[in-house]
């Protein structure tokens, strides 16, 4: 069965850190390309920053690049752990982050809930 459990996110001032983490299991996430997304109230879920499978590759959303760093640990098979640095947050960061693969193609996760206040 696979599963996708975020955590790590909270309350923080702007201007604040979160470091996210992202549990994959059930299936061999290692294998595939992963990303963070987020949707914020009122608005759809929008792609946030993207990690090839070896790791080396990154992409980021243009609202996010130089304040967020994605990262991933494949240390197992049955497990893989993706990481979201957040650095300098601003209130229109506020939203519920999602991990999934790239594209997404398992079902969403109960995200994690990140609210900057400013």
């Known amino acids: 069965q696979v599963q996708l459990v975020e955590s790590g996110g909270g309350l923080v001032q702007a201007g604040g850190s979160l470091r996210l983490s992202c549990a994959a299991s059930g299936r061999v996430f290692s294998s595939y390309n992963m990303g963070w997304y987020r949707q914020a109230p009122g608005k759809e879920r929008e792609f946030v920053a993207t990690?090839?499978?070896?790791?080396?590759?990154?992409?980021?959303?243009d609202s996010v690049k130089g304040r967020f760093t994605i990262s991933r640990d494949n240390a197992d098979n049955a497990k893989t752990t993706v990481f979201l640095q957040m650095n300098s947050l601003k209130p229109e960061d506020t939203a519920i982050y999602y991990c999934?693969?790239?594209?997404?193609?398992?079902?969403w996760g109960q995200g994690t809930q990140v609210t900057v206040s400013s």
């Open positions: 990690i090839t499978r070896s790791g080396v590759t990154t992409n980021y959303a």
């Open positions: 999934n693969t790239v594209p997404a193609v398992w079902t």
